[in-house]
């Protein structure tokens, strides 16, 4: 008896708890934040917007500026401008730079033989200043000039808010008479954390060889010259203890005054990998770690809630333009469907068939929003992007969405002369 009284209570508190499981998982999903002055996470493959907590606004980067840097002597190797075995003359500027006290370097000597592929590991791994001036003065022949090319590439990019007048990211009172014309001496290089992440995907894609050395924990810099320095890598994640991440190699750190604790990190797991930006961590301060504290519960967050999954089958009828009128053809319409299916990133709390589908139409293949008969089957007429109707933190670059081609699904044959003029005589009566 009491048995009986109780098995339906013992449901419902089962019933009441993973409801409530449910809301907290939606509840985190929608509510999570970075203790820091911005944070922004994508997919690095599809581009889409993971998470954006002041993204867009443009802040200090420090050391983050070395990502374009670096992009620029890739190019340059790629070109065939220059050669990782290249050796790398080392101005009076560059020299005199690795030797100020505090800043992020190894110790360059004029006259040493240092190759590309030396001063390329040095700038990522030991984040050294000077060896990104002197690539810069390979590259362009002064690092002024590499500046101009710095935002020639992000002009290429899209990126029309960022602030870039030197190589390294350092703070122009290290500059002193090398600061770049018409700047101040406070002047530092900004960006927003959306920039950041288009950076770093367009590295990262465009040279994932990159990664390589993003990785490596500890290397010896230049063993044969008179004065070799011990690197050790400034992102912890890659090392044993409480920051350490698995899938985590990369990619750049960045610390001044005005930037705070920074960092633009890459994590792959699962067959996907997610770019992450922390700019300006908070508890510094307190947490000399914090920036890949709060990478880590970032990364987290978009591995944990994110998920892609086929929201569109092939052949599926696009909800907002089901066919197409056809002139000259035995039928006056053709169905429309979608060529491939759709998939989409969505996030736990998310519902995935509450969908915006938007067709835009090839119109140089169109007559009046008509098709001329004949018409193929499986004929691309058209694009067709889908979206979720409750996600609105799009994609980190315009040209960048989930897209199917919009195709015939049957033929149309062209009307006989008689058909023609019967449809005319019809036409005039209708």
């Not at 820091?36 to 993971?50: E, L």
């Not at 030197?166 to 959306?194: I, W």
């Not at 690197?231 to 090392?239: P, Q």
Request: proline residues 3%; glycine residues 6%.
């Amino acid at each position: 008896m009491n048995k009986k009284k109780r098995f339906p209570l013992v449901l419902v508190v089962l019933v009441l708890f993973f409801q409530s499981l449910i809301g907290i998982t939606a509840q985190a999903a929608d509510d999570f934040s970075v203790n820091a002055n911005a944070g922004y996470a994508i997919d690095a493959d599809s581009g889409k917007v993971f998470f954006n907590q002041d993204g867009d606004t443009p802040k200090g980067i420090a050391s983050i500026t070395k990502t374009v840097t670096a992009y620029l002597v890739l190019d340059a190797i790629k070109q065939q401008k220059i050669t990782w075995e290249q050796e790398v003359p080392i101005s009076e500027y560059a020299e005199k730079l690795s030797t100020v006290p505090d800043l992020s370097n190894v110790t360059l000597v004029r006259g040493q033989k240092y190759t590309v592929k030396d001063l390329f590991e040095a700038m990522i791994v030991q984040s050294a200043n000077a060896c990104a001036v002197a690539l810069a003065e390979l590259i362009a022949g002064n690092e002024h000039t590499f500046v101009n090319q710095m935002r020639e590439q992000l002009d290429k990019w899209d990126i029309k808010d960022a602030t870039i007048i030197n190589a390294s990211g350092l703070s122009n009172v290290y500059l002193k008479d090398h600061m770049y014309p018409g700047t101040q001496e406070n002047d530092e290089n900004l960006m927003s954390a959306r920039d950041v992440a288009i950076i770093a995907q367009h590295l990262i894609k465009d040279f994932p060889e990159v990664l390589e050395t993003a990785k490596i924990k500890e290397k010896t810099f230049a063993p044969n010259s008179s004065q070799p320095d011990e690197m050790k890598n400034w992102n912890v994640m890659l090392f044993d203890g409480p920051n350490y991440k698995e899938g985590v190699d990369g990619l750049k750190t960045g610390t001044t005054d005005l930037a705070g604790a920074c960092f633009v990190g890459t994590i792959q797991k699962d067959g996907r990998r997610v770019i992450t930006v922390i700019l300006n961590a908070l508890d510094q301060p307190n947490n000399e770690n914090a920036r890949f504290t709060e990478t880590g519960k970032l990364m987290d967050y978009c591995l944990n809630n994110w998920s892609q999954q086929d929201v569109t089958v092939a052949g599926q009828t696009p909800t907002d333009k089901k066919e197409l009128k056809v002139t000259e053809g035995k039928e006056k319409t053709v169905a429309l469907a979608m060529e491939k299916p759709v998939k989409l990133w969505i996030r736990s709390d998310m519902d995935p068939n509450d969908l915006t589908i938007k067709t835009t139409l090839d119109q140089s293949l169109l007559d009046d929003n008509a098709i001329i008969a004949p018409v193929h089957k499986n004929e691309k007429i058209g694009v067709v992007s889908v979206s979720l109707t409750q996600d609105t933190l799009g994609y980190v670059q315009k040209n960048e969405g989930a897209t199917a081609d919009l195709v015939t699904k049957n033929e149309v044959q062209k009307a006989s002369t008689f058909e023609l003029i019967w449809q005319k005589i019809t036409g005039l009566f209708s």
